[in-house]
């Protein structure tokens, strides 16, 4: 280790043998001005600030370079003031007016305003040898620096120089991250955007446009990222999380190789992060010795003060880095492209124009949000696997399923709803965040209901009280958005297959949200029914034709619609009777009974109060709702029918429903099951394998 007197006389015959006086070069006073062919050179000669052009452009910038007098340098800038306010001529100037800011002119006329912040006495600009230009206030008492007004630090742009930030500053709002360059040579502003993960604070990604997740480092935790890649290759970082912002601090590389200093990375056009170094010294041939002898000194004195201050960074980070994210098993590449997410691709304007990818989370971040998947936190369970309440780094709360390792048909389900949820986006479907594929985890991230589902409410005696009919209509009408939306607005056509009490969410404010895309399927433009050997779904909700001859269609989901009708409007489960060997075999018989009696008051849940009897939008939705579950599809409205239907008024607008469905089937004496889907596709005959389900 150096001591501090040996660093000054380092310091000091370095001076000497390089005969000039930085403190004038390296300074722009209040007053002054830097005008094109000018530069700001720092106290060792590391950066320089100027006015430039990009080769055939006639556009002229401002930027910070390292400068080529003594280390052997990329040729492009490490800052740029205007990237996206070009100068059209060579007329520009850079000056600290009267009032302390600073400001870009284009002749004698204002272009752009770097700092606002008004400080009228001894105001200085000056270059720092890290790369960091800055404005500071002096005290006049003793020539030291009062305060910082502004500086290039706060306002990267492509490129990350040791003690650089990425993160934010909560006071302020201010971000602090890389964007990319738009090409090679044009410096304004890419597609690409590299910093703090905003929902996930210890995480750094890479946007593309803004809210597309095309790279993430893996969660910080114990002072590594959780992707090892980046460890590996000697990425330092520290983490600082306070009141007043959260941000990552790159403090360089840490490495024994004294021919490389100022290690930097940068985002080009293509999103890559690149690690870029400078080598060497040059000697220069007049008085070779003496600059040689002051070359050996100057590096050995950087060398130390980067080690220090900001240790240094090796390696290329080159995109085959990418694969790192989550595992490098195939298994889970393969998964990934059939999710539609490829990895490796360049992220071309054609090929992200809609934003419809999943959000990637890792393992550790999901574990840190559920409290390592604790009882406590478990909110349910299905044929899926567990679901688990989180809570992310940002407080924002989410659901999260958890596909059961066991569970063939929970891989199956978690494919489709990945593949369909990010294509989807109704105020009416529950919305999903992301994904986890790592560590043999396969996991949906959902936003989190905090009134869980209707069936919680609806079916439990002490809570349906809190379901008066005008928030039982709104659901209603919230459910016929969301299945109007799926099977004719949206760029799918989509089939549900599994619409159900327990499958319809509700947010804080009670508003309706249909979930559980596992069953769906998608239809094709022309496309108006299907055939499978694969019968899933949840019985008592199944339209006859599907559950015996695997049929479905739109009017399938009519159908499961109708019967979701009459259990919020009678507060039943179709399939309640089943302990009643002499009375009705389902709730939709026992409604239709009821019906040709003109007895429909009778079956209206109690809860609802007597004035419901009186309403005549109950019952017009009675009659609605045996008009989704007759036998025939084809006598079944669709869901754009079913929307007039229930605003009318009186009953004379609609036609009486025909006799429902299994009406005259054979009695069944089991409760609510679910069908699970465990035949494979080429099985010559229908089959179904039913099991008693839990409420979740």
Avoid at 79 to 89: F, G, K, L, M, V
Wanted: net charge neutral; proline share 3%; hydrophobic share 40%.
């Amino acid at each position: 280790m150096w001591s501090n007197s040996m660093i000054f006389l380092h310091l000091f015959t370095l001076s000497l043998l390089l005969g000039q006086s930085w403190s004038e070069t390296d300074t722009l006073h209040q007053g002054q001005y830097l005008k094109d062919g000018q530069e700001l050179v720092s106290a060792f000669k590391i950066f320089k600030l100027k006015f430039f052009n990009m080769e055939d452009s006639r556009n002229w910038y401002l930027g910070i370079w390292f400068n080529d007098l003594y280390l052997d340098v990329r040729d492009r800038p490490v800052w740029i003031a205007n990237r996206n306010n070009p100068i059209s001529e060579r007329s520009g100037s850079l000056t600290v007016d009267s009032l302390g800011r600073l400001r870009i002119l284009r002749g004698s006329s204002n272009m752009l305003e770097l700092s606002s912040t008004e400080a009228t006495r001894n105001t200085t600009l000056k270059l720092l040898d890290s790369g960091n230009l800055q404005l500071q206030e002096m005290d006049d008492s003793n020539r030291s620096v009062k305060r910082v007004l502004w500086q290039s630090f706060d306002y990267p742009t492509d490129t990350l120089l040791p003690g650089m930030k990425l993160g934010f500053d909560a006071k302020t709002g201010k971000r602090w991250e890389l964007t990319s360059w738009l090409g090679d040579t044009l410096p304004s502003s890419g597609s690409f955007v590299f910093g703090m993960d905003a929902n996930i604070t210890n995480i750094l990604t890479i946007l593309w446009r803004g809210n597309s997740t095309y790279w993430s480092s893996g969660l910080w935790f114990n002072g590594r990222f959780s992707v090892e890649g980046l460890n590996e290759c000697g990425f330092l970082f520290s983490y600082v999380s306070t009141k007043n912002g959260q941000y990552f601090t790159y403090l360089g590389h840490d490495q024994n190789d004294a021919e490389t200093f100022f290690p930097t990375i940068m985002i080009n056009q293509h999103g890559d992060l690149r690690r870029v170094h400078q080598q060497r010294i040059r000697q220069i041939s007049r008085n070779s010795n003496c600059l040689a002898a002051a070359s050996a000194i100057f590096r050995r004195v950087f060398y130390f003060l980067w080690r220090e201050i900001t240790p240094q960074v090796i390696g290329f980070i080159q995109r085959r880095l990418l694969s790192l994210r989550f595992g490098s098993t195939i298994d889970q590449e393969m998964l990934l492209r059939e999710l539609g997410i490829d990895r490796r691709r360049k992220h071309k304007r054609s090929e992200r124009k809609n934003n419809n990818e999943l959000q990637i989370f890792s393992f550790e971040s999901v574990e840190l949000a559920t409290d390592y998947f604790s009882d406590a936190n478990k909110l349910g369970e299905g044929g899926f696997g567990p679901v688990y309440k989180g809570k992310l780094l940002n407080g924002e709360e989410v659901a999260i399923k958890r596909l059961s390792l066991a569970s063939g048909q929970g891989l199956l389900e978690f494919k489709n709803e990945a593949m369909l949820i990010a294509k989807l986006q109704h105020t009416n479907l529950v919305q999903v965040l992301g994904c986890c594929i790592e560590k043999d985890e396969k996991m949906l991230i959902y936003e989190y209901m905090p009134n869980k589902s209707l069936d919680y409410f609806l079916f439990d005696p002490s809570r349906k009280n809190v379901l008066d009919w005008t928030m039982r209509f709104r659901i209603m009408e919230g459910i016929i958005q969301g299945l109007l939306y799926l099977h004719k607005y949206s760029r799918l056509k989509v089939i549900h297959r599994d619409i159900k009490a327990s499958n319809i969410l509700l947010d804080e404010d009670m508003n309706p949200k249909i979930s559980d895309f596992g069953m769906a399927r998608i239809f094709g433009a022309e496309e108006t029914r299907a055939n499978t050997k694969r019968v899933a779904g949840t019985f008592g909700y199944m339209s006859p034709e599907y559950f015996r001859e695997g049929l479905f269609s739109a009017k399938s989901d009519v159908f499961s619609f109708g019967v979701l009708m009459l259990e919020i409007i009678c507060g039943r489960k179709n399939n309640s009777f089943h302990h009643d060997s002499e009375g009705p075999l389902n709730l939709i018989v026992h409604v239709w009974n009821m019906f040709k009696e003109n007895r429909i008051g009778e079956m209206i849940d109690l809860s609802l109060g007597d004035s419901a009897l009186d309403e005549p939008q109950v019952l017009r939705c009675v009659q609605v709702a045996l008009l989704c579950v007759q036998e025939n599809p084809q006598d079944r409205p669709n869901m754009l029918d079913v929307v007039p239907m229930i605003y009318g008024e009186g009953n004379n607008a609609l036609s009486l429903p025909k006799e429902p469905a299994f009406y005259d089937g054979p009695r069944r004496s089991f409760p609510e099951t679910e069908v699970e889907p465990l035949e494979p596709e080429n099985v010559s005959v229908n089959r179904v394998t039913i099991t008693v389900m839990e409420a979740r």
